[in-house]
């Protein structure tokens, strides 16, 4: 079964650090680019940062970019998201997700997503 | 703010055809193909189409999508009860180098 399982989500203070894991099975992860998706309670999605397969690209939304850092580890089929200076606007369910098709940046297909974890910066 | 713009309600019966509309930039839906997702409140969210107008395998054909210049849409011929849920438009951004996202559309049906 293809599936995407996330972790390490829980109440830190603002200005503290939290690390995200994301666990992929199922499907051959270093042919896919990932993502981080986020949902504050109420609000819409917004995405957060995407890597490519083999982490040569990077890029970040504006509004973590010099506080959060992607990363992913292939041997391991886990992707990471290191969030350093939280603030409380960056209280979300973070939603690790896969690219569709391709292992590289430039979509915003994402075909698999996992159930999500909660952070709360309070 | 939303970098792509689309209603934050539409609703309809059975009968009618609902359409969800999803106006963006040069940048953004003028460049980059339109995916829409589906997303019932407490579950994540699910690829409805992508590439403008492709459903993946299992999306019932009554949902479609279009795209025009800086504008793209989703439309539910005959929308079902099961099909109430928020609705979000997605696209690649050249000029922010990342995804955006439209602020999502609650859908009714009456």
């Known amino acids: 079964e293809v599936q995407l399982v996330e972790s390490g989500g829980g109440l830190v203070q603002p200005g503290?650090?939290?690390r995200l894991s994301c666990?992929?099975?199922?499907f051959t992860?270093?042919?896919?680019?990932?993502?981080?998706?986020?949902?504050?309670?109420?609000?819409?999605l917004e995405w957060v940062s995407g890597?490519?397969?083999?982490s040569g690209t990077i890029h970040y939304a504006d509004s973590v970019k010099g506080r959060f850092t992607i990363s992913r580890d292939n041997a391991k089929d886990s992707l990471y998201l290191q969030m350093?200076?939280?603030?409380?606007?960056?209280?979300?369910?973070?939603?690790?997700?896969?690219?569709?098709?391709s292992g590289n940046l430039g979509s915003d297909t994402f075909d698999i997503w996992g159930q999500g974890t909660m952070v709360t910066v309070s | 703010q939303s970098v792509l713009t689309q209603p934050p309600s539409a609703s309809g019966t059975p009968g009618q055809r609902?359409?969800?509309?999803?106006?963006?930039?040069?940048?953004?839906?003028?460049?980059?193909?339109?995916?829409?997702?589906?997303?019932?409140?407490g579950t994540?969210?699910?690829?409805?189409?992508?590439?403008?107008?492709?459903?993946?395998?299992?999306?019932?054909?009554?949902?479609?999508?279009?795209?025009?210049?800086?504008s793209a849409s989703l439309a539910i011929s005959g929308p079902q009860s099961e099909d109430e849920a928020d609705y979000y438009c997605a696209t690649w951004d050249d000029s922010l180098n990342g995804g955006v996202f439209g602020?999502?559309?609650q859908l009714t049906v009456l």
């Open chain 1, 16 to 18: 503290r650090s939290l």
């Open chain 1, 23 to 26: 666990v992929a099975s199922g």
């Open chain 1, 29 to 44: 992860f270093d042919d896919y680019a990932m993502h981080w998706v986020r949902q504050a309670p109420g609000k819409g």
């Open chain 1, 51 to 54: 890597i490519s397969w083999n």
């Open chain 1, 84 to 101: 350093n200076s939280l603030r409380a606007e960056d209280m979300a369910l973070y939603y690790c997700a896969k690219d569709a098709f």
């Open chain 2, 18 to 41: 609902v359409t969800i509309s999803c106006s963006g930039s040069s940048s953004n839906i003028g460049s980059n193909s339109v995916n829409w997702y589906q997303q019932v409140p």
């Open chain 2, 44 to 70: 994540a969210p699910k690829l409805l189409i992508y590439s403008n107008n492709q459903r993946p395998s299992g999306v019932p054909d009554r949902f479609s999508g279009s795209k025009s210049g800086t």
């Open chain 2, 103 to 105: 602020g999502g559309t």
